[in-house]
C-alpha cells in the first residue's frame, strides 16, 4: 500500500486561508468516508484535527475544516495562526482493510 | 482523561524482537480499539495495527509477519512485539486510542536498533 500523496510543504501569511490535499486512489480515499488529518508539532505526538472526512472532534478549533472529492481529500485552516505552523497528515482506510498514511506537509507561516 | 504511556526498551538489537507496553489511564481498555503507530526520525507516520479488547487484531501488510499485538484487560495495558528487527525499524513508537481514527496518543518511545 503506497503513501497517500501530499504536498510536501504549505505557507501562508497569518489570517490567511490555506489548503492541504491528499490524493490517493479508488481504492482508499475514493472509496470511503474514512479521512481524518493529524498536526504535529516537532517532538510531540500527532493531534487529530479532523476524522471522518470532515468532523471535528471536540476542542479543536473551527478553523479547521475537512472536505473530499473524488480520489482527494483537503484540510483546510483559515485564518492561520503562527501555532498552525506544524507538520500535518492525512489518514484513510483502504479496500484492502488497512490504513494508509499521506506523505506529510509542512505548513510555514510566514 | 484518558493518558496513555509507552514503555519499554530504548535500544534493541538487530535480529532480536522489540517489545513495548502501552499502559491507559484514566478510563478503561474495554470496548474500544488500541493502536500502535511509528514513525522514523525525521520520517512519516506508519500505521503498525490494532487490537480490539477482545483480543481481534489486524496488522500492516508489510510487517504483519513479524508483528504481534496482545492486550492484558486485567491491567489495562496494550503491547507490541515486533521481531528480527533491523536499523530500518528504528522509530519512535506511538500507542494511539482507536482503530481508524486516533484522538488519544501516548507521547512516542524511541527504539533505536543498534548493536
Not at chain 2, 522509530?91 to 488519544?104: H, P, Q
Given at each position: 500500500?503506497?503513501?497517500?500523496?501530499?504536498?510536501?510543504s504549505?505557507?501562508?501569511?497569518?489570517?490567511?486561508?490555506?489548503?492541504?490535499?491528499?490524493?490517493?486512489?479508488?481504492?482508499?480515499?475514493?472509496?470511503?468516508?474514512?479521512?481524518?488529518?493529524?498536526?504535529?508539532?516537532?517532538?510531540?505526538?500527532?493531534?487529530?484535527?479532523?476524522?471522518?472526512?470532515?468532523?471535528?472532534?471536540?476542542?479543536?478549533?473551527?478553523?479547521?475544516?475537512?472536505?473530499?472529492?473524488?480520489?482527494?481529500?483537503?484540510?483546510?485552516?483559515?485564518?492561520?495562526?503562527a501555532?498552525?505552523?506544524?507538520?500535518?497528515?492525512?489518514?484513510?482506510?483502504?479496500?484492502?482493510?488497512?490504513?494508509?498514511?499521506?506523505?506529510?506537509t509542512?505548513?510555514?507561516?510566514l | 482523561?484518558?493518558?496513555?504511556?509507552e514503555?519499554?526498551?530504548?535500544?534493541?538489537?538487530?535480529?532480536?524482537?522489540?517489545?513495548?507496553?502501552?499502559?491507559?489511564?484514566?478510563?478503561?481498555?474495554?470496548?474500544?480499539?488500541?493502536?500502535?503507530?511509528?514513525?522514523?526520525?525525521?520520517?512519516?507516520?506508519?500505521?503498525?495495527?490494532?487490537?480490539?479488547?477482545?483480543?481481534?487484531?489486524?496488522?500492516?501488510?508489510?510487517?504483519?509477519?513479524?508483528?504481534?499485538?496482545?492486550?492484558?484487560?486485567?491491567?489495562?495495558?496494550?503491547?507490541l512485539?515486533?521481531?528480527?528487527?533491523t536499523?530500518?525499524?528504528?522509530?519512535?513508537?506511538?500507542?494511539?486510542?482507536g482503530?481508524?481514527?486516533?484522538?488519544?496518543?501516548?507521547?512516542?518511545?524511541?527504539?533505536?536498533?543498534?548493536?
Amino acid at each position: 500500500q503506497s503513501a497517500l500523496t501530499q504536498p510536501a510543504s504549505v505557507s501562508g501569511s497569518p489570517g490567511q486561508s490555506i489548503t492541504i490535499s491528499c490524493t490517493g486512489t479508488s481504492s482508499d480515499v475514493g472509496a470511503y468516508n474514512y479521512v481524518s488529518w493529524y498536526q504535529q508539532h516537532p517532538g510531540k505526538a500527532p493531534k487529530l484535527m479532523i476524522y471522518d472526512v470532515s468532523h471535528r472532534p471536540s476542542g479543536v478549533s473551527n478553523r479547521f475544516s475537512g472536505s473530499k472529492s473524488g480520489n482527494t481529500a483537503s484540510l483546510t485552516i483559515s485564518g492561520l495562526q503562527a501555532d498552525d505552523e506544524a507538520d500535518y497528515y492525512c489518514n484513510s482506510y483502504t479496500s484492502s482493510n488497512t490504513y494508509v498514511f499521506g506523505t506529510g506537509t509542512k505548513v510555514t507561516v510566514l | 482523561q484518558v493518558q496513555l504511556q509507552e514503555s519499554g526498551p530504548g535500544l534493541v538489537k538487530p535480529s532480536e524482537t522489540l517489545s513495548l507496553t502501552c499502559t491507559v489511564s484514566g478510563g478503561s481498555i474495554s470496548s474500544y480499539y488500541w493502536s500502535w503507530i511509528r514513525q522514523p526520525p525525521g520520517k512519516g507516520l506508519e500505521w503498525i495495527g490494532y487490537i480490539y479488547y477482545s483480543g481481534s487484531t489486524n496488522y500492516n501488510p508489510s510487517l504483519k509477519s513479524r508483528v504481534t499485538i496482545s492486550v492484558d484487560t486485567s491491567k489495562n495495558q496494550f503491547s507490541l512485539k515486533l521481531s528480527s528487527v533491523t536499523a530500518v525499524d528504528t522509530a519512535v513508537y506511538y500507542c494511539a486510542r482507536g482503530g481508524g481514527w486516533w484522538g488519544y496518543w501516548g507521547q512516542g518511545a524511541l527504539v533505536t536498533v543498534s548493536s
